[in-house]
């Protein structure tokens, strides 16, 4: 089974990024690469060999579905899956998110120290059924 080590990053909060890098990095031991919007993501991304992508749902200009299917486009990055992150708490939103490819939707306000549980538990699924489909 395939350790996740690598997350990029996404989310125009500054507050949300530290909070998000010092919980992943210092709680999950991961590398974590951040960007501040979906562009910026796009600009830099090619250096960072991410394992999974962590995405703001609501962005401006580009929102978290955008910038997933954006990020996919880039050589070596159309497999890579997406766990979302949103103040959007409809159910009915998340089971969309899901339907549309998501490994999670984590819902904002998260606990910061619960959220490597909840990335590890998506990403345990997503090699399952890989593995599965194999």
Known sequence: MEKLQR???VDDAEDIRMIIKISLEMIGGYHVDQFESG???MDGAKGCNPQLFLLDFMMPDMDGMETWSALKTLPGFADIPAVFVTAKA???FSQNMLNKGALSVITKPFDPAELC???EKA???HLEKIEGSV
């Open 39 to 41: 562009q910026e993501a």
């Open 90 to 92: 409809e159910d009915n």
């Open 117 to 119: 549980a909840e990335i």
């Open 123 to 125: 990403w345990s699924a």
């Open 7 to 9: 997350i990029l990053h």
